[in-house]
C-alpha cells in the first residue's frame, strides 16, 4: 500500500513537470532588443512592466536603415494614453492608445515546441531550461514563437510573423522580478500639461516598428 | 591592514569576474541547428564532440529548399578522413578531410560584446550568465559573433558571416558534458572497407551548406 502511495505521487510529480502556458511575472524590468526582417530596424531598449498597473515603459536606442534614433515611450493603458517623453528637451507627446493591455503570458491554446536547455544541463549555473511555444497572433493576424524560462515564465525570445511586418524577432535579457525605478511608470512632471493628440493612434507593436 | 587585505580581495575577486576567451569542454554532446540566410536550409542534429581525439559525429535531419533531407556523417581529424553513414542501408562512403582541427573555443583575439543574463537573475534556476564574443574567422573569410556561459564555455549560439554563404546561425542546447554513445565516434563496422574517394574533399562548413 505505501508503494502504492510513493508510486502515485511520483507518477503525479512526473506529470506536473509537463510544461504548462504560463504567465510571466506581473513586475518585471530588463533589457530588450527588436530585430525586423523587412524594415532594417534594429533596436536596444530598456524597459519597465507593470502588469498590475497595466503600464509599460520603452526607453530605445536603435538603428531604422542605418540610421540611428533614441525613442522614449510611457504607455499607460488603464488611461488608454502613451507619452512619447524627450527628457533631454523636457518635452512631451500626449496620444491615444487604441489597444487593450495584454500581460506577457503564452496563450492557453498554445502548443508546446519543445523543451530544451540552453548550455548544459551536466553542472549548476551551466544550463536554463527553458520551453517553446507556438500558436496565432490576436485576430489571426500572424503567429508567433515564445520561448520562456521554465521556471518563472521568464520570456526569453519571441518571433512575430506577420503579413504585415514578415519576422520580427524580440529577445528579453537582464531580466529582474520588480521595478527598481518605479517613477518612471508614472509621467514626467513636464508631461503633465501635454493635450492628447487624437489623430495620431498607436499600439504597441508600432513602438518598435513605424520608424522615426 | 586587515580591511585593507579584505579589499583587495575584493577587488581582485572583481577583476577576475571580468570575461576571457574560453575553450569549450573537451568531450561535449548535444542538440544542434543551423539556418542559412541565403541557402533556405533548417538542420536540427545531434551531435558528439570529442577534441581530445579530435572526433566529431553529426546526425542531422533537415530540410533544403523545402525538401527534408537526413545526413550523418563522422569527421576523424587525426585521420584526415570523414565518412559519410547510411545506418539505415549499411553503406559508407569515406572522403578525404582537407582542413585541421579547431577545437570550440573562443579565440584569444576576440572582441567581448557583452555579458548579459538570459531570463532572470532574481532566482535560482531563472537565467544563465553568457558572454557574446566577436572576432575574425581563420584567414579573414568573414566574422563570427559568439555566446558561450560564463560557467564553463559552453556555446549557446553562433553567427557566421561569410561573402560566400551570408549569415549562418547555430545553436547549441541540451549540451551535456561527456560522450553517452562513445561507440558512436568510431566507423561501424559496415565502414571498415569503404575506400577513400580521393576526388571528393570535404570541410567542416559544407556538412551544413552543400546540400543535398
Not at 69 to 80: H, I, M, S, V
Request: proline letters at 7%; a negative charge; charged letters at 20%.
Amino acid at each position: 500500500m505505501m508503494l502504492f502511495i510513493v508510486l502515485t505521487c511520483f507518477l503525479a510529480g512526473c506529470l506536473a513537470q509537463k510544461p504548462h502556458p504560463c504567465s510571466s511575472p506581473p513586475l518585471l524590468s530588463g533589457d530588450l532588443t527588436v530585430t525586423t526582417q523587412n524594415e532594417k530596424l534594429s533596436t536596444y531598449a530598456k524597459y519597465l512592466y507593470d502588469a498590475l498597473g497595466q503600464r509599460v515603459r520603452v526607453m530605445e536606442l536603435g538603428t531604422f536603415e542605418n540610421k540611428s534614433f533614441t525613442y522614449d515611450a510611457l504607455l499607460l493603458y488603464r488611461e488608454g494614453a502613451m507619452y512619447e517623453i524627450n527628457e533631454h528637451d523636457r518635452t512631451c507627446k500626449k496620444k491615444p492608445l487604441k489597444e487593450d493591455f495584454h500581460p506577457m503570458a503564452i496563450p492557453k491554446d498554445a502548443s508546446l515546441m519543445g523543451q530544451v536547455v540552453l548550455g548544459s544541463s551536466s553542472e549548476p549555473g551551466q544550463g536554463l531550461l527553458v520551453n517553446t511555444w507556438t500558436g496565432d497572433l490576436p485576430d489571426k493576424a500572424g503567429k508567433f514563437i515564445s520561448t520562456v524560462t521554465e521556471f518563472g515564465c521568464v520570456p526569453v525570445t519571441t518571433v512575430y510573423h506577420t503579413e504585415k511586418f514578415g519576422w520580427m524577432v524580440t529577445s528579453l535579457f537582464n531580466n529582474v522580478l520588480g521595478i527598481p525605478e518605479p517613477d518612471r511608470l508614472n509621467p514626467p512632471g513636464f508631461c503633465l500639461d501635454a493635450e492628447m493628440k487624437v489623430e495620431e493612434q498607436t499600439d504597441f507593436l508600432s513602438l518598435f516598428i513605424n520608424k522615426p
